[in-house]
Protein backbone atom coordinates (compact mmCIF):
# COMPACT_ATOMS: atom_id res chain seq x y z
CA UNK A 1 0.00 0.00 0.00
CA UNK A 2 0.97 3.31 -0.50
CA UNK A 3 1.87 5.69 2.28
CA UNK A 4 0.96 9.24 1.43
CA UNK A 5 2.30 10.79 -1.30
CA UNK A 6 2.97 14.61 -1.99
CA UNK A 7 3.16 16.83 -5.07
CA UNK A 8 5.61 18.79 -6.10
CA UNK A 9 8.34 17.71 -3.47
CA UNK A 10 10.15 21.10 -4.56
CA UNK A 11 8.71 24.54 -5.54
CA UNK A 12 10.60 28.13 -6.23
CA UNK A 13 8.07 30.80 -6.32
CA UNK A 14 8.58 34.37 -6.46
CA UNK A 15 6.42 37.12 -4.10
CA UNK A 16 3.72 37.72 -4.66
CA UNK A 17 2.74 34.22 -6.99
CA UNK A 18 -0.45 31.57 -6.19
CA UNK A 19 0.86 28.02 -5.32
CA UNK A 20 -0.92 25.10 -5.28
CA UNK A 21 -0.09 21.63 -3.08
CA UNK A 22 -1.47 18.39 -3.77
CA UNK A 23 -1.33 15.39 -1.11
CA UNK A 24 -3.21 11.57 -1.17
CA UNK A 25 -3.88 10.25 1.51
CA UNK A 26 -3.62 6.29 2.69
CA UNK A 27 -6.01 3.98 0.70
CA UNK A 28 -9.06 3.93 3.47
CA UNK A 29 -7.72 6.93 5.19
CA UNK A 30 -11.04 9.93 5.13
CA UNK A 31 -9.34 12.78 7.04
CA UNK A 32 -6.54 14.86 5.75
CA UNK A 33 -4.35 17.53 7.32
CA UNK A 34 -2.02 20.07 6.71
CA UNK A 35 0.73 21.25 8.79
CA UNK A 36 3.71 23.86 7.61
CA UNK A 37 7.25 23.41 8.70
CA UNK A 38 9.70 25.96 9.00
CA UNK A 39 13.59 25.36 9.76
CA UNK A 40 13.96 24.75 13.98
CA UNK A 41 10.46 24.34 15.10
CA UNK A 42 7.35 21.78 14.79
CA UNK A 43 5.11 21.45 12.42
CA UNK A 44 2.65 23.66 12.94
CA UNK A 45 -1.23 23.11 12.23
CA UNK A 46 -2.63 24.31 8.99
CA UNK A 47 -6.13 22.86 8.05
CA UNK A 48 -8.06 19.42 8.83
CA UNK A 49 -10.17 18.25 6.45
CA UNK A 50 -12.88 14.78 6.90
CA UNK A 51 -14.97 13.61 4.54
CA UNK A 52 -14.32 16.71 2.67
CA UNK A 53 -15.61 18.77 5.44
CA UNK A 54 -13.43 21.39 7.37
CA UNK A 55 -13.31 20.32 10.81
CA UNK A 56 -10.39 22.67 11.86
CA UNK A 57 -8.23 25.87 11.21
CA UNK A 58 -5.08 26.95 12.33
CA UNK A 59 -3.96 30.20 12.95
CA UNK A 60 -3.21 31.05 9.21
CA UNK A 61 -4.15 33.97 7.22
CA UNK A 62 -6.71 33.96 4.35
CA UNK A 63 -4.51 33.36 1.92
CA UNK A 64 -4.14 30.10 2.81
CA UNK A 65 -6.91 27.82 1.32
CA UNK A 66 -7.65 24.14 0.99
CA UNK A 67 -10.45 21.39 -0.25
CA UNK A 68 -11.18 17.82 0.02
CA UNK A 69 -12.17 16.27 -3.01
CA UNK A 70 -14.91 12.93 -3.04
CA UNK A 71 -11.39 10.62 -3.74
CA UNK A 72 -10.55 12.26 -0.42
CA UNK A 73 -7.19 14.05 -1.92
CA UNK A 74 -6.51 17.70 -1.12
CA UNK A 75 -5.07 20.55 -2.21
CA UNK A 76 -3.61 23.33 0.03
CA UNK A 77 -3.45 26.78 -1.95
CA UNK A 78 -1.33 30.10 -0.55
CA UNK A 79 -2.23 33.22 -2.70
CA UNK A 80 -0.06 35.93 -2.41
CA UNK A 81 3.28 34.43 -1.53
CA UNK A 82 5.17 35.72 0.93
CA UNK A 83 8.98 35.08 1.91
CA UNK A 84 8.19 34.02 5.04
CA UNK A 85 6.40 31.47 3.63
CA UNK A 86 8.87 29.28 2.75
CA UNK A 87 9.30 25.81 4.64
CA UNK A 88 8.39 22.46 4.42
CA UNK A 89 4.59 21.40 4.29
CA UNK A 90 3.52 18.42 5.24
CA UNK A 91 0.31 16.32 4.69
CA UNK A 92 -1.21 13.76 6.86
CA UNK A 93 -3.30 11.26 6.77
CA UNK A 94 -5.54 9.57 9.67
CA UNK A 95 -8.12 6.49 9.44
CA UNK A 96 -11.42 6.67 11.38
CA UNK A 97 -10.37 4.01 13.84
CA UNK A 98 -7.10 5.32 14.68
CA UNK A 99 -5.77 8.77 16.05
CA UNK A 100 -2.03 8.26 14.68
CA UNK A 101 -1.43 10.61 11.88
CA UNK A 102 0.87 9.23 8.59
CA UNK A 103 2.93 11.91 7.08
CA UNK A 104 3.76 12.22 2.99
CA UNK A 105 7.87 13.57 2.81
CA UNK A 106 6.19 17.17 2.35
CA UNK A 107 6.83 20.01 -0.50
CA UNK A 108 9.36 22.12 0.26
CA UNK A 109 8.29 25.51 -1.08
CA UNK A 110 10.99 28.47 -1.42
CA UNK A 111 10.14 31.90 -2.05
CA UNK A 112 12.09 34.49 -3.28
CA UNK B 1 1.52 30.24 23.92
CA UNK B 2 3.41 27.39 23.49
CA UNK B 3 1.33 24.22 24.46
CA UNK B 4 3.84 21.28 23.68
CA UNK B 5 7.70 22.08 25.16
CA UNK B 6 10.42 20.37 24.38
CA UNK B 7 13.39 22.02 26.20
CA UNK B 8 16.57 19.81 25.04
CA UNK B 9 17.18 21.05 21.41
CA UNK B 10 19.74 18.65 21.30
CA UNK B 11 21.05 15.26 23.23
CA UNK B 12 24.27 13.09 22.37
CA UNK B 13 24.16 9.65 23.79
CA UNK B 14 26.34 6.63 23.25
CA UNK B 15 25.80 3.53 21.59
CA UNK B 16 24.20 1.18 23.39
CA UNK B 17 22.84 3.13 26.53
CA UNK B 18 19.81 4.59 26.95
CA UNK B 19 18.47 7.89 25.45
CA UNK B 20 15.21 9.93 27.24
CA UNK B 21 13.41 12.47 25.97
CA UNK B 22 11.37 14.78 27.93
CA UNK B 23 8.45 16.65 26.86
CA UNK B 24 5.90 18.56 28.64
CA UNK B 25 2.77 19.82 28.17
CA UNK B 26 0.28 22.89 29.73
CA UNK B 27 -3.05 21.80 27.89
CA UNK B 28 -4.51 19.27 30.18
CA UNK B 29 -7.76 18.80 27.83
CA UNK B 30 -5.07 16.86 25.72
CA UNK B 31 -6.23 13.08 25.92
CA UNK B 32 -3.56 11.63 23.45
CA UNK B 33 -0.14 11.71 22.91
CA UNK B 34 2.55 11.10 20.49
CA UNK B 35 6.29 10.88 19.47
CA UNK B 36 7.45 11.26 15.89
CA UNK B 37 10.93 10.76 14.48
CA UNK B 38 11.98 12.72 11.82
CA UNK B 39 14.99 12.69 9.11
CA UNK B 40 16.18 15.81 6.61
CA UNK B 41 14.24 15.46 3.48
CA UNK B 42 11.32 12.77 5.04
CA UNK B 43 8.44 13.84 6.25
CA UNK B 44 7.98 12.67 10.18
CA UNK B 45 7.51 8.88 10.84
CA UNK B 46 4.91 7.66 13.67
CA UNK B 47 6.94 6.01 16.72
CA UNK B 48 5.09 5.44 19.49
CA UNK B 49 1.81 6.76 21.39
CA UNK B 50 -0.30 6.85 24.48
CA UNK B 51 -3.59 7.38 25.66
CA UNK B 52 -4.30 9.55 28.33
CA UNK B 53 -5.59 6.60 30.71
CA UNK B 54 -2.18 4.74 30.88
CA UNK B 55 1.13 6.09 32.04
CA UNK B 56 3.40 3.50 29.78
CA UNK B 57 3.38 2.11 26.54
CA UNK B 58 6.25 0.02 25.42
CA UNK B 59 6.98 -0.93 22.22
CA UNK B 60 10.57 -2.87 21.17
CA UNK B 61 13.24 -0.62 21.92
CA UNK B 62 10.98 2.30 23.08
CA UNK B 63 9.16 2.98 25.49
CA UNK B 64 6.64 6.03 26.28
CA UNK B 65 6.08 7.29 29.92
CA UNK B 66 3.11 9.45 30.89
CA UNK B 67 2.49 11.33 34.03
CA UNK B 68 -0.22 13.47 33.82
CA UNK B 69 0.24 14.99 37.38
CA UNK B 70 3.20 16.73 36.02
CA UNK B 71 1.76 17.30 32.29
CA UNK B 72 5.14 15.57 31.34
CA UNK B 73 6.09 12.51 29.09
CA UNK B 74 8.85 11.43 28.10
CA UNK B 75 10.23 8.78 25.27
CA UNK B 76 12.77 6.12 26.43
CA UNK B 77 15.31 4.31 23.77
CA UNK B 78 17.33 1.52 25.13
CA UNK B 79 19.61 0.14 23.55
CA UNK B 80 20.01 3.56 21.54
CA UNK B 81 21.66 2.75 17.79
CA UNK B 82 22.98 5.00 15.42
CA UNK B 83 20.24 4.84 12.85
CA UNK B 84 18.19 6.63 15.76
CA UNK B 85 20.24 9.58 14.76
CA UNK B 86 17.04 12.05 13.83
CA UNK B 87 14.95 14.65 15.23
CA UNK B 88 12.44 13.52 17.37
CA UNK B 89 8.87 15.40 17.80
CA UNK B 90 6.70 15.12 20.46
CA UNK B 91 3.09 16.04 20.04
CA UNK B 92 -0.88 15.93 21.26
CA UNK B 93 -4.01 16.32 20.47
CA UNK B 94 -7.69 16.23 21.58
CA UNK B 95 -10.37 13.74 20.53
CA UNK B 96 -8.70 13.06 17.30
CA UNK B 97 -8.39 16.79 16.69
CA UNK B 98 -5.30 18.26 14.80
CA UNK B 99 -1.66 17.58 16.18
CA UNK B 100 0.09 20.29 18.20
CA UNK B 101 3.66 19.68 18.18
CA UNK B 102 7.16 20.47 20.51
CA UNK B 103 9.77 22.07 18.43
CA UNK B 104 11.96 19.05 18.43
CA UNK B 105 14.92 17.21 20.09
CA UNK B 106 18.05 16.25 17.66
CA UNK B 107 19.13 12.98 18.57
CA UNK B 108 22.48 11.90 18.06
CA UNK B 109 23.59 8.27 18.59
CA UNK B 110 27.29 8.35 19.19
CA UNK B 111 29.31 5.09 17.44
Known amino acids: DAGVTQSPTHLIKTRGQHVTLRCSPI?????VSWYQQVLGQGPQFIFQ???????GRGNFPDRFSARQFPNYSSELNVNALLLGDSALYLCASTSRENTEAFFGQGTRLTVV | DQQVKQNSPSLSVQEGRISILNCDYTNSMFDYFLWYKKYPAEGPTFLISISSIKDKNEDGRFTVFLNKSAKHLSLHIVPSQPGDSAVYFC??????????FGSGTRLQVQP
Open chain 1, 49 to 55: YYEKEER
Open chain 2, 91 to 100: AANTGRRALT
Open chain 1, 27 to 31: SGHKS
